[in-house]
Structure formats: structure tokens, C-alpha cells
């Protein structure tokens, strides 16, 4: 069974940054495809990023397109995802999720594993 951890939500201004971090265990890492999620208060949760096994290949919203990167380090079970220019809108908890089927999958219900969550607050 995988389980994934989430790390590195707080607090930020708007226009700063935050670097969140998933660590995974129960599974080889490297097969897994990994992606991030959020969900603002009030709202359905939306994808955010994905990242191919092998960190070849991302996907990314419209919303968070040249703000958001995301990352993999298959040698510590790790995926991350580095925000910058946030904004008030990045508001939400963000999660961590994976799935083994085959293909790109930027929908919620395709995911297997899920991480708690963290929170992430941008004031303006």
C-alpha cells in the first residue's frame, strides 16, 4: 500500500513563493505517476500539475502555467512542486496523488493514493 506525505504548505504573501513536498512510501516510486491537487474552501477539488515516471513529461492547469513547477526525485520517493508568483486565488489545500494505470490522467477519480493534504494561504 502506498502512503504519501505532504510537506511544506503555510503561509505566504501574495507575489512569494512556496516549495510543497510529497514523500511516498509502500511502493517503488519510480512507477508511479504522480500529480497535485488542490481544493479551495467551497470548491470542488481541481488538478494542478501531473509529472511522467520518469519526470519526462508535466501538465500543468491554465491557472498555475508558468508559475507552478513540478519535480520529481525518484531516488528519494519524492515529488515536489515549486509555486511562485502566488496568488490569493492559490488559497487551498493542495494534495499529493498517484496512480499506476497506464497513460495521462488529469482526473481526480484515476488516482489511487492520496496524501492528507497541506495548506497553503497567500494573503493579499
Known amino acids: 500500500q502506498v502512503q504519501l506525505v505532504e510537506f511544506g504548505g503555510g503561509l505566504v504573501q501574495a507575489g512569494g513563493s512556496l516549495r510543497l513536498s510529497c514523500a511516498a512510501s509502500?511502493?517503488?516510486?519510480?512507477?508511479?505517476?504522480m500529480s497535485w491537487f488542490r481544493q479551495a474552501p467551497g470548491k470542488e477539488r481541481e488538478f494542478v500539475a501531473r509529472?511522467?515516471?520518469?519526470?519526462?513529461?508535466?501538465n500543468y492547469a491554465d491557472s498555475v502555467n508558468g508559475r507552478f513547477t513540478i519535480s520529481r526525485d525518484n531516488t528519494q520517493s519524492t515529488v515536489y512542486l515549486q509555486m511562485n508568483s502566488l496568488k490569493p486565488e492559490d488559497t487551498a489545500v493542495y494534495y499529493c496523488?498517484?496512480?499506476?494505470?497506464?497513460?495521462?490522467?488529469?482526473?481526480?477519480?484515476?488516482?489511487?493514493?492520496w496524501g492528507q493534504g497541506t495548506q497553503v494561504t497567500v494573503s493579499s
Open positions: 509502500g511502493g517503488t516510486f519510480s512507477t508511479l505517476r
Open positions: 496523488a498517484a496512480r499506476r494505470s497506464v497513460g495521462v490522467s488529469l482526473t481526480e477519480s484515476d488516482y489511487e493514493y
Open positions: 509529472i511522467s515516471r520518469a519526470g519526462s513529461s508535466t
